[in-house]
């Protein structure tokens, strides 16, 4: 211990501010605790400053501009439509400063105290939080790590000018005329979709037989028509070679079949997942045990094999999504407080922001059929309804998933419009144990997307109105 380093003493010091930390922060103080968020970089991690947030801006971006040059069958006719970039950006990045420096009012009127730095564990109730200048010691009685992923960097793939991770697609200058995207995940999909919509020509390259992995073939078909549409090129069982870069581009070499070959593009984005910060933040030191996967090991409380540390987001088990990291970060400081709260994740979405947008709840029916249980998939398609229709995007479907002896929802998936936002009231069918019935009796106001819900149930329920039986 350096000199004049005394240590500060807080009941729980959280590690990471991101979708997951500043949240858990936030309820630890809520419930009593005198609290200490630490972040070595930008408040609101990496969602709010290089990942959901601006990867969203920059796909309305997108999505308005294809929609100007694209709405000739409405009779609106737009000529000579031009995007300037620099002012995207600027706009992307407006919208980031308000939501961060909404976390740091929202942790600052809770009187959670912020400190900037890295963190190091020296044992189970001790941290150091060192910056360029400086180290101080931290005692705490609860500790919530929190310290989110970065992008897995492929060896012949090393990140650069012209190599991109995530975040050097969303702070690119200007518009590529043609851009690579190796991984067809949600995160390559999507930010090769906003670039397509942007004037991008963009190939993606993916080394499995299908793009969007985590969806129903029957909801990627649908996508990969409208990518299709746009000049997207969908390259599959492609493995990535190597790459070749110099001043105005990248040569990327791919095998196909047992066929080499190659593309030119300005820039190659490099989306194959991401990697669990748990190193270098001193678990070693105090025993935390981890998974094969790299990591971290919890019960339903959050809790790691040491009692009074906690771990979330996307450092644990679990799709890396930031709900699910703030839904665990909420569990953790309910149970540091006592109370009775655990994981259960039957009732997290997953969302992925393509064109159409895809949404899923709770069970396929394929994974409820593999646990032994009997159910009804109900379909309604967004053609049927009104209010798809007058947007002119009436491409898609719902799914509703219902078990067979009672109606009771397990599931849904949609492709269309609006998925994102539709899918939160079938999670709070799964949550309440409600039926297809109780869905079906509920009014939805017309029209409106949210109808198509209601519509699905009634097909479940054996009773449609909108469509032939």
């Known amino acids: 211990m350096v000199v004049g380093d005394f240590p500060i003493e807080t009941d729980t010091i959280v590690v990471g501010s991101g979708p997951g930390g500043y949240v858990a922060a936030i309820r630890?103080?809520?419930?009593?605790?005198?609290v200490t968020i630490v972040e070595k970089e930008t408040l609101g991690g990496v969602c709010l400053n290089v990942g959901?947030?601006?990867s969203k801006a920059l796909i309305t971006a997108g999505h308005r501009f294809h929609q100007?040059?694209?709405s000739d069958d409405m009779g609106i006719v737009a000529e000579n439509v031009k995007v300037q970039f620099d002012k995207v950006q600027e706009w992307k990045a407006g919208v980031v400063k308000k939501l961060t420096g909404g976390v740091e009012g929202l942790l600052k009127g809770n009187k959670v105290e912020i400190v900037r730095g890295e963190a190091y564990l020296t044992d189970a109730n001790t941290l150091r939080v060192m910056d360029d200048n400086s180290a101080q010691t931290y005692k705490f009685n609860n500790l919530?790590?929190?310290t989110g992923s970065r992008p897995i960097e492929i060896p012949s793939f090393k990140f650069s000018k012209r190599v991109l991770d995530s975040t050097g697609a969303l702070s690119l200058t200007d518009i590529p005329e043609k851009l690579i995207v190796i991984g067809g995940g949600y995160i390559g999909t999507e930010l090769?979709?906003?670039y397509a919509n942007l004037g991008s020509k963009v190939t993606i390259l993916e080394g499995a037989d299908d793009i969007l992995s985590g969806f129903e073939k029957q909801m990627t078909t649908i996508v990969k028509k409208g990518l299709k549409k746009k000049g997207v090129d969908v390259i599959t069982k492609a493995m990535a070679k190597g790459v070749e870069e110099n001043d105005n581009g990248v040569v990327v070499k791919y095998e196909v079949k047992g066929e080499e070959q190659s593309l030119e593009a300005d820039y190659v984005l490099v989306t194959v997942g991401r990697r669990p910060n748990t190193d270098d933040i001193g678990l070693e030191e105090v025993g935390i045990e981890m998974t094969d996967r790299?990591?971290?090991?919890?019960?339903?409380?959050?809790?790691t094999n040491v009692s009074n540390i906690y771990a979330i987001g996307d450092i644990v088990d679990g799709p890396p999504l930031a709900h699910k990291a703030s839904y665990e970060g909420k569990i953790a400081a309910e149970a540091i407080s006592g109370e009775p709260a655990e994981i259960d994740y039957l009732g997290i979405p997953a969302v992925c922001f393509t064109d159409p947008e895809l949404a899923t709840v709770g069970y396929s029916e394929a994974e409820a059929k593999e646990e032994g249980i009997e159910v009804v998939a109900a379909k309604f398609p967004f053609a049927a309804n009104g209010r798809a229709l007058a947007l002119n995007s009436s491409e898609g479907f719902l799914k509703l998933v219902t078990r067979k002896e009672d109606g009771l929802v397990i599931g849904a998936q949609i492709v269309g419009a609006g998925a994102s936002d539709m899918i939160a009231e079938l999670g709070l069918a799964i949550e309440s144990g409600m039926t297809a019935e109780d869905i079906a009796m509920t009014i939805h106001a017309h029209p409106t997307l949210g109808?198509?819900?209601?519509?699905?149930a009634e097909v479940a329920i054996g009773s449609p109105i909108h469509i032939v039986k």
Do not use: F, N
């Not at 109808?451 to 699905?456: H, L, Q, V």
């Open 28 to 34: 630890a103080a809520q419930l009593g605790q005198k």
């Open 294 to 303: 790299g990591v971290i090991k919890i019960d339903k409380q959050c809790r």
């Open 451 to 456: 109808e198509i819900s209601m519509e699905a």
């Open 52 to 54: 959901c947030i601006p």
């Open 68 to 70: 100007a040059q694209h």
């Open 144 to 146: 919530i790590l929190a």
């Open 192 to 194: 090769g979709t906003a």
